[in-house]
């Protein structure tokens, strides 16, 4: 029984919506890192097919072709972002190629497929959006269907060395049940892909309706996967800092006892009041590299160096302004270890909100 236009419509419509939501979620996600870029262009990509895909099954593309521009570039960008998803769930500890970027060249013939479309004449644009759910097979129709067969290849071939390497660490015994799932999805997706490029390289109506809604279906799906195993939809930000731990720096270092001594040098021995301290002399007292130190700072404490140093300035200044009112603003930003008049007011006011009068005002007001 073939699939109704209207439920196609509506299902592609919403499905596509929500995953354009999502894209934005990851977008906006303040830790984000290149992962999250990834997977919101993946996301974007994908929802915006779906969208497009219901406009053709419906006809509504027939009468405005403009809103479906692009749809190649889609197809071809969808695929290295879900390689590059797929890969940091199967080989977390292993670093994407170096020339990733490369995987996005075919991505160029895509463009000026849809470039080309866009400067044909409306009624050009109409009418080989009327053959694409025919059996027509003019030679501007055909070349659409070289670039849609082009993209199953593609798909095909990325999915084909993720499938390997799945064997590979199969082998090694070095799965898990995310894992798992993930190989099922690559298959699956492989399977709705195709169905959708079928329809397209062979003028099938029937198979492009399918072939949505499946991929509607399955990114449902993988949202309530996601809700089980949240490194599925949510970035795989624990496969990511697993993969990000064992290519770090700090592999061979006791990162707790570091910051247990770290914290010690600062809140004991003050080394914040030296305003001549830089992160090569903070690192040569716990016995690592800046670059160990710096890492530390970002991935552990979540900070950097200045944010950390002038944290401890700044709160020692606050506890200073309120307990010594007949000391100077300036005094005690040389004491607790800024050299500058400029850098304590600028520090001051982006840790506490206020300036240090405005502080030392609102807590002598307490006092009386």
């Avoid at 749809?71 to 695929?79: P, V």
């Avoid at 799945?166 to 195709?194: A, P, Q």
């Avoid at 600062?266 to 080394?271: A, D, F, G, N, S």
Wanted: charged fraction near 20%; proline fraction near 3%; hydrophobic fraction near 50%.
């Amino acid at each position: 029984m073939e699939i109704s236009a209207q439920f196609t419509t509506y299902v592609t419509g919403f499905t596509g919506v929500f995953v354009l939501l999502l894209s934005l979620s990851q977008l906006l996600n303040r830790n984000r890192q290149w992962e999250h870029l990834n997977l919101s262009g993946l996301l974007f990509c994908l929802g915006l097919l779906l969208l497009q895909g219901g406009l053709i099954v419906d006809g509504t593309a027939l009468s405005r072709p403009f809103l479906v521009t692009g749809k190649s570039t889609l197809i071809f960008l969808i695929c290295p972002l879900m390689f590059f998803a797929y890969h940091l769930i199967i080989l977390p500890v292993e670093r994407l190629p170096r020339r990733k970027f490369l995987y996005l060249l075919p991505v160029i013939f895509a463009i000026i497929a849809d470039v080309w479309f866009f400067l044909l004449p409306l009624p050009e644009k109409q009418q080989i959006l009327r053959e694409i759910t025919m059996a027509a097979y003019s030679s501007k129709i055909n070349m659409l269907k070289i670039v849609y067969f082009l993209a199953w290849i593609q798909v095909t071939a990325y999915l084909s060395i993720l499938f390997n390497d799945f064997v590979i660490i199969r082998k090694k015994g070095n799965t898990s049940g995310v894992v798992i799932i993930t190989l099922c999805y690559i298959v699956v997706t492989e399977i709705v892909f195709t169905i959708l490029l079928a329809g397209y390289v062979f003028s099938r109506i029937a198979l492009m309706k399918t072939g949505i809604v499946l991929i509607s279906f399955t990114l449902i799906s993988l949202y309530l996967a996601g809700q089980r195993y949240p490194r599925l939809l949510q970035l795989l930000m624990m496969e990511a800092e697993k993969r990000s731990y064992e290519r770090s720096l700090l592999g061979s270092v006791d990162t707790d006892m570091v910051i247990d001594r770290l914290y010690e040098l600062m809140e004991k021995e003050r080394l914040y009041v030296d305003d001549e301290l830089l992160m090569k002399h903070l690192a040569d007292k716990i016995f690592i590299s800046p670059h160990q130190l710096s890492e530390l700072l970002n991935n552990r404490l979540k900070t950097n160096f200045n944010t950390f140093v002038n944290g401890y300035r700044i709160r020692e200044a606050q506890q200073m302004l309120a307990d010594n009112p007949e000391k100077s603003v300036l005094a005690i930003a040389f004491e607790v270890g800024f050299n500058s008049k400029a850098s304590f007011y600028r520090s001051f006011s982006k840790l506490s909100g206020q300036s240090p009068q405005q502080y030392r005002q609102q807590h002598l007001k307490k006092k009386q």
